[in-house]
């Protein structure tokens, strides 16, 4: 029992070094490209940019294309930052052309969910993950790769047994083409464990999803897809949609499963390589499913949901170093498992989630 109390003591202070940190200033390395830049000029001119509709430049970032379906850690948010409407590889803050890197981004976050009292449950989560890519292209664009993994402490309540701590690791792989000026597409597949280290059935998890993005306007972006999820409760979501920028200040994506409105604050000055801040309301799906070995010793899957509203605050350097901490309100909250008809309803409460990039 001591351990596991010094076990998440530790945990918690590592949260709090990742929201210390990601307030903090970046060093000025150029920011990493993953395909070749365009020129600002030419993109003024067509309306368009590719992957991505003429958003504001350094527009906050969506974390891990797969944060929003709450399932998988990679490229950046709890897999978020799950599934954004759209990637953006937009051009740097800074308009010199960046130097190649084989290693794109690595990403931290930390997220503690505070427990609420006897009926709440307590979350303290950390990630991990690293983005690189295959340098031959597949029908002419390159395969992102993103090993991550993450760790999920529990502050069960009585009544209900849960595991101390369940893991998730997992390789993504994403493809992403541009067939015209306006329609782009955009495939990953994530296979992964997500276990307590103790259950095998069924802790092999698949996370997978296609979208296809068509620049309407210069201003208007729609987005269709789906997302196999990997969880028990909702094992497909669509991905639909539209993302509106009506000037380089405000960015309003009404998309499903993860609404966003972001509204840019002022530029940075004093970085030698420039730099924005933004603020954003934002909404997502939380949970995941896990195989999980019960006390009488059978597997079992566990399977976590809750819904989140979150305002956050994000610090973007055109280093590519970026910073950011969010506030939120956790609701809708339940726990079930598949073979046990036990289910917990555990209270509402609050949540901070913090993270860098670089």
Not at 302 to 311: A, C, N
Request: aromatic share 10%; with cysteine; proline share 9%.
């Amino acid at each position: 029992m001591r351990g596991n109390e010094q076990y998440r003591r530790r945990l918690r202070l590592a949260v709090l070094g990742v929201a210390i940190l990601s307030l903090a200033s970046f060093g000025d390395a150029q920011q990493p490209q993953l395909l070749p830049p365009v020129e600002e000029e030419e993109q003024r001119r067509s309306g368009t940019r590719p992957f991505a509709p003429p958003v504001p430049r350094g527009a906050p970032d969506r974390g891990d294309p797969v944060d929003g379906y709450g399932s998988s850690d990679f490229l950046d948010s709890p897999e978020l930052d799950r599934l954004p409407p759209v990637v953006e590889f937009a051009p740097p803050v800074s308009p010199s052309r960046p130097p190649f890197r084989l290693l794109q981004k690595r990403t931290l976050t930390g997220t503690w969910l505070s427990g609420g009292g006897a009926d709440g449950l307590g979350m303290t989560e950390a990630s991990v993950s690293a983005t690189t890519f295959i340098p031959f292209p597949v029908l002419g664009s390159p395969i992102l790769v993103t090993p991550s993994f993450g760790v999920t402490q529990f502050d069960s309540p009585l009544g209900i047994d849960l595991p101390s701590e369940v893991y998730r690791a997992s390789a993504t792989l994403m493809w992403m083409k541009k067939s015209s000026d306006r329609v782009s597409y955009m495939v990953a597949l994530s296979p992964g464990i997500s276990s307590d280290l103790e259950a095998t059935d069924q802790a092999f998890r698949l996370f997978g999803f296609g979208l296809m993005t068509y620049q309407w306007t210069p201003t208007v972006q729609l987005t269709l897809g789906a997302a196999y999820t990997g969880r028990n409760d909702l094992p497909v979501l669509p991905n639909v949609g539209l993302i509106w920028t009506p000037t380089e200040d405000w960015r309003v994506e009404v998309t499903a499963p993860r609404p966003r409105v972001a509204r840019r604050l002022h530029h940075l000055p004093w970085s030698d390589s420039g730099g924005e801040d933004w603020v954003y309301l934002a909404g997502e799906l939380g949970g995941g499913t896990w195989a999980v070995r019960q006390p009488s010793g059978v597997d079992d899957l566990l399977t976590i949901r809750d819904f989140r509203l979150l305002l956050g605050y994000e610090r973007k350097l055109a280093s590519g170093c970026n910073g950011r901490i969010e506030v939120g309100y956790v609701f809708g909250r339940e726990i079930e498992f598949e073979d046990d008809p036990t289910e917990f309803a555990p209270s509402d409460t609050f949540m901070i989630r913090s993270g860098f990039s670089f």
